[in-house]
């Protein structure tokens, strides 16, 4: 029933064989359900979050497990069978399901959640960058050529050669030619792919390879930097960077499927039971199917079909969206970019940037953004998750959702989200309650972005980044993410900066505007339950419960106490167990 897969010292992750799950997962306190458990998890510090929803001001509701003392576990042991949870409660009442073969895990007072899910990954770059040359945390030319060389040694003259993670927002008053990375490598295309994704760095033979001369036009809603005299320096920014990225072979189906399989199998060993890939292409669409028909995804996948690519994502209009909640593999959701980001100065502003007067950013038709395809894709019952980072690129996304509503009432069913929502002027907040709208956040993005945030659009603009607690008031749905590869996301780090707002070195002494942060209760809940109803599967995930999915998530910290009464020491946390539902028929 159980596999035991050895992903790090000290950490064994269980995945459970499910057949037949689909029945029983919609049998909440049926007697029909198992009364034999396969696996006991006993002395537990179990959060099952099945109690009240906090107040949109974080309050708890009156059942939560919260006392004078602070936070308390509201169960010991966890009973499942057949990839179902079976029992939550006490360690003495677990006993009744123990039989003959049941395997009995004593976790040592470790503590126990639902388990997590990252709404907003890129699990195609994860997979590549298994592959790639490691560039994040450089900050100088050199470290990055020197870093490129020891990387490439086994490369024959001919292949490409990729990085990632040079940081192109930070580098974004500071951008280099590629003289230099053209004299080191001089027989191998060179791409070098920004944090974010919104700038790549190209030698002269990738610029070359790409057809890019000095009378290449870049595509609306991009830019191809140029030196005096016109000539293209290698680096290209927003929508241009897939002039060179488009120019990298495409791997084999057989490589695609081994690297996603290995990105994912990270992720579970991280802690996460479910990813929710933010723009999913045919290639990609291509090697999930094919790794969900062998039964090898180790985790759920929420596919959010990219309406860049217009022939998959009309495919899948006339197809209708994935309503299986039971499936590994789900496709209900596409996903579209308005504007770009605020590191590129390519996030739209409604007014001037402070470090750039004269420029707004890109958005719209600009920015490959197809509203008549986003809105067919609406009224075919699809959520959409549409990517807005500035104050404007969010009023227009909140327009072009009002205008869809009107037209068609129904549409506000589908749960439909703005991706990053980073920066929103205070007259918009309301907007996202009233339309039920989620936004889909990173923590990390606000303690990494604060160092260079100020200059760029100003302390008064500040105000309104990154503002959970006001969306919250307003009615907005949240959820959290890590945009991975865009920042880390380790999840300590995330609920570290959901509840402090201060980065690794604890900076700054009171948090980045801390009137924006949230309680514990809702950082874990944004990375639970909330991201479950965010993916309409609140009734299978999201809390640990009769009935539901074996997702869990088992760590060595409290984020309750520990995020109520010392969060830097959230920091310190490491995942001990991951149990995912493997649900094939």
Partial sequence: MFRRLNRAAGMILLLATAPGIAGLALMTGCARLPSIADLLLVNGRIYTLDWGEPAPDG???????????????????????????????????????????????????????????????????????????????????????????????????????????????????????????????????????????????????AVAEAGVTAGTEAPVGGEIIRDGSGEPTGIFVNRAVQLLRDAVPTPSLERRMSSLRAALLGMA???????????????????????????????????????????LTRAWIARGPDRDTDSMLRACSIKAYYDASLGSRGAMMLEDYSDMPGHRGVSGEEYGYNEELVAEAMRAGFQAAIHAIGDAGNRDVLDFYEAVIKSDPGVIDYRHRIEHAQVVHPDDFIRFGEMRLIASMEPPHTVEDKAWLEDRIGPDRCRNAFAWRTLRIAGAGLTFNSDLPGSDHDIFYGLHGAITRRDRDLEPTGGWHPEQAVLPEEAVRAYTSWAAYTSFQENETGIISRGRFADITVMDIDPFVLGSTQPEKLLEGSIVLTIVVYAYF
Wanted: proline share 6%; hydrophobic share 40%.
């Fill in 59 to 205: 309050t708890p509701a009156g059942d939560a497990p919260l006392g004078a003392v602070g936070w308390y576990p509201d169960a010991e042991a966890v009973a499942i069978a057949d990839g179902i949870i079976i029992y939550t409660g006490s360690a003495e009442g677990a006993e009744r399901y123990r039989g003959p073969e049941t395997v009995v895990r004593d976790l040592d007072g470790a503590v126990v959640l639902p388990g997590l899910i990252e709404s907003h990954v890129h699990i195609n770059e994860v997979a590549e960058n298994l592959t790639r040359v490691d560039l994040r945390g450089l900050n100088t030319e050199e470290e990055i050529y020197d870093r490129l060389i020891e990387g490439s040694r086994d490369y024959a003259p001919g292949e490409w050669i990729v990085g990632w993670g040079w940081d192109e927002g930070l580098w974004a008053n500071r951008y280099p030619d590629n003289r230099r990375l053209s004299e080191l490598f001089p027989e191998n295309p060179i791409l070098v792919d920004g944090l974010h994704g919104f700038g790549v760095w190209g030698n002269r033979l």
């Fill in 269 to 311: 060993a991280d802690g996460f039971v479910c990813v929710h890939q933010a723009g999913t292409d045919s290639d990609m669409m291509e090697a999930l199917e094919g790794l969900e028909a062998a039964g090898e995804l180790p985790i759920r996948v929420y596919a959010m079909i990219s309406t860049r690519d217009e022939p």
